[in-house]
């Protein structure tokens, strides 16, 4: 049986789609949480979309017991608490984390943490341009998957396909991760240029460095070229920077247009971003935007100095 631990907005779009295959468990963080989608029949972060029968809601890790494969749809930040109170519930199973984003601290990605907290487990990557609502909705999606296990890979591939949600198989977990953690700190700037009135060319200049950002990193890091040309990469930074379902670039509105953002809202690009600069500075990489961003959202630039920084760079030949 497939489970999915966390009932967000995302989580609870898997659970949804994929219970078109067979019965799957939707775990909430509390009892009390449980019930309430049980009584509603939907989640609050999901207006209007029903829980099919098939979508068994329980609350926390001891509702996966009897799950082999499970879905850990809950931020990056929170993911090793979560393990770490699993206790053996884990265990043996195969945990496929789809949040996006690079942990404060250790500078780990989802997959490194769950391979470290639990050891035993087989590691996969959801990831890719997708918003929740639309694969609730039964629109077409497509998502990499990434498996350093060629096998294990193929068996997931065929597990959680369905009819709208099309899976491509990769073997490369590191540039899989680093696509889906670092468009979201691009889509924070890109958001702050546009809600400044800065202009769609400034959005486009920003997506474009940017992926070069990415790039470099990618490299640095013994990731593939070409996964970060695909879904996992170039197609998530697009999907990203330029729809307000994102709640990345919706931030970078905010910082740009002096706003208050709802900090109920989950921000990946804003958590992950000091740990980036701090991860491309032991590697020796450079990552101006990377780097402004953090400072926009400590408080220590504002929009018009961030830009200034920027465009006063040296004049350089274009190359990533």
Do not use: W
């Not at 029903?50 to 930040?77: H, M, Y």
């Not at 949040?99 to 907290?117: D, M, N, R």
């Not at 920077?241 to 709802?262: H, I, K, M, P, V």
């Not at 780097?291 to 408080?299: D, E, F, H, I, N």
């Amino acid at each position: 049986m497939i489970g999915v631990m966390g009932a967000g907005a995302f989580g609870t779009a898997l659970a949804v789609s994929l219970a078109a295959k067979g019965p799957v468990v939707l775990a909430a963080r509390t009892e009390a949480q449980a019930e309430d989608i049980r009584q509603a029949g939907e989640v609050a972060r999901l207006p209007g979309v029903t829980l099919p029968e098939a979508v068994q809601v329980g609350a926390g890790v001891a509702a996966l017991a009897g799950c082999d494969i499970i879905l850990l749809a809950v931020p990056t930040q929170k993911l090793r608490a979560m393990l770490m109170d699993a206790g053996g519930v884990f265990d043996a199973k195969t945990l496929v984390a789809t949040c996006k984003g690079v942990e404060q601290g250790s500078q780990k990605s989802p997959s490194q943490v769950i391979a470290e907290v639990c050891p035993e487990a087989m590691v996969a990557v959801l990831t890719g341009p997708s918003f929740a609502a639309d694969i609730a909705r039964g629109l077409p999606t497509a998502l990499t998957l990434a498996c350093a296990d060629r096998a294990a890979g193929k068996a997931l591939q065929e597990a959680l396909s369905v009819a709208h949600l099309r899976l491509y198989r990769s073997e490369d977990v590191t540039g899989a991760e680093l696509g889906g953690a670092l468009k979201n700190i691009i889509a924070i700037a890109c958001g702050a240029a546009v809600g400044a009135g800065l202009g769609e060319s400034a959005r486009a200049a920003l997506m474009t460095r940017g992926y070069a950002e990415m790039a470099r990193m990618a490299e640095a890091m013994g990731a593939r070229a070409e996964t970060l040309a695909g879904l996992s990469g170039f197609g998530d930074l697009a999907l990203t920077c330029t729809s307000e379902q994102s709640r990345n670039l919706r931030y970078g509105l905010a910082l740009g247009r002096g706003e208050t953002f709802d900090s109920g809202v989950t921000v990946e690009g804003a958590a992950s971003a000091p740990a980036v600069v701090a991860r491309a500075e032991a590697l020796g990489i450079e990552m101006p935007i990377t780097r402004v961003v953090v400072g926009l959202v400590s408080g220590q630039l504002r929009v018009a100095g961030a830009m200034d920084m920027l465009l006063s760079r040296p004049l350089k030949e274009e190359k990533c």
